[in-house]
Every structure is written in structure tokens, then in C-alpha cells.
């Protein structure tokens, strides 16, 4: 397979995947831009409160899922999320995954999403951001060890 099938295969199943909670939120995919280098491997989408990405690591193999209120201008992993709402516990078992492929963890990260994106909407994503950005501290000192 070459390259672009990849870059295609990643979009599609990521697509095909996420598609209920694009459609339950209203969220439509957008087009991503950026700097000098764009990460093919890349597919966003967004309403005017929120926007998901997920983005291919190491050629796609990795998945790296980023959320947050469209206004602000970081996003949050949904590592952060995971450990500000369920602990490292949680993260432990999620990261189980890791060496099995994109796949895995794309349907972990959107039944996460699926079960979670009300919790931040409601309580607004600027309440739990000080809470979010904390977990940063956290995480290094988790993937230091792993």
C-alpha cells in the first residue's frame, strides 16, 4: 500500500468512525491547515462551540486525539481528559493499546468522546481548563515511566 492509500484508509476509517458523534453534535469536518508541513494523516472537525481532531503518528500507525471549545486556541489530549476524569487507572488500560495500531485506539478515544463531550459542554471548557492544563504535569511524569 502506498502512502496516499494510507493518508485514505486513515481519513476513511476515522470518518466512517466518528461519524454519529459528528452527526449528534452537528460537528462537519474541516479543512486543516497549518504551517510549512501538514500532517496528511490529520482530520478535524468542528461547530461553533467545539472541535475534534485526529491525527496519525508515525505514519499513521499512532493516534493522537486532540478536543476543545473552538474559541480557545490549545487543545486538549484526550490523555488530559482521561486522567482529570478517570484517573491514570483508566489511562493505564487505555494505553494497553498503544503498540496494536490506530484502530483500537480511535474506537477507545470516541467511546470516551461519546460518553464524555456533554460533561465539558455543559460545564464549559474554560471551567475545566486550569483542571486540564494540570494534568500535563502528570502525564510527563506518566510516559517518563512507561
Wanted: net charge neutral.
Amino acid at each position: 500500500m502506498n502512502n496516499q492509500a494510507q493518508v485514505d484508509l486513515f481519513k476513511s476509517r476515522c470518518r466512517s468512525s466518528f461519524d454519529a458523534v459528528a452527526q449528534e453534535y452537528a460537528l462537519k469536518e474541516c479543512i486543516v491547515c497549518g504551517g510549512t508541513y501538514i500532517n496528511p494523516f490529520k482530520v478535524r472537525f468542528k461547530n461553533p462551540d467545539i472541535f475534534i481532531g485526529f491525527e496519525g503518528i508515525h505514519w499513521g500507525f499512532g493516534l493522537l486525539t486532540t478536543f476543545g471549545a473552538t474559541k480557545l486556541s490549545e487543545p486538549f489530549t484526550i490523555e488530559q481528559a482521561i486522567c482529570y476524569l478517570d484517573g491514570l487507572e483508566k489511562l493505564r488500560e487505555r494505553d494497553a493499546h498503544r503498540t496494536s495500531g490506530y484502530q483500537k485506539i480511535l474506537a477507545l478515544d470516541i467511546d470516551f468522546i461519546t460518553q464524555n463531550l456533554s460533561f465539558f459542554l455543559e460545564g464549559g471548557f474554560k471551567s475545566v481548563t486550569s483542571e486540564l492544563n494540570k494534568t500535563e504535569v502528570v502525564l510527563r511524569k506518566f510516559y517518563a515511566r512507561t
